[in-house]
């Protein structure tokens, strides 16, 4: 019975420090991405936080040096883009730089440095489209 319960607590604490591990790992790309990110739209943009995350991208809160506004950018995580390939973004790129419409925000800027596809769009406060759907059904 003690071996039993030994191996039994062995395995729990072994699945534990996997599960920190992959956590460790995915905050160091995640730190990572967002210093490439920093690097690459300095002195234009300031890099604040990250707003959300997708299966293809992150939404970076920056400020616009500028114009002093704040501003949403979206960036391909480096995983996606050796995935799928840049293209797929750069094509998302050109088609929200030619949408017009008074309920979708315009594409304000958008490019490519140190390996960093971005675009930038007006940052409009409030709730994320998932915690709206949540409460709103």
Known sequence: KLEEKVAERTQELAARNNSLEGAHLQLKRSLEDRMQLVDAVAPRYEV??????????????????????????????????????????????????????????????????????YYVMSYVEGDTLQARLTRDG
């Open 48 to 117: 604040q936080r990250e707003l959300g995350r997708g299966g293809m991208a992150t939404v970076y809160l920056a400020r616009d040096t500028r114009h002093s506004r704040d501003v949403a950018i979206k960036v391909i995580r480096p995983d996606a883009a050796s995935v799928l390939g840049a293209e797929r973004f750069l094509a998302e790129i050109r088609l929200t730089a030619n949408l017009t419409h008074p309920n979708i925000l315009p594409l304000l800027d958008s490019g490519q440095a140190n390996g960093v596809l």
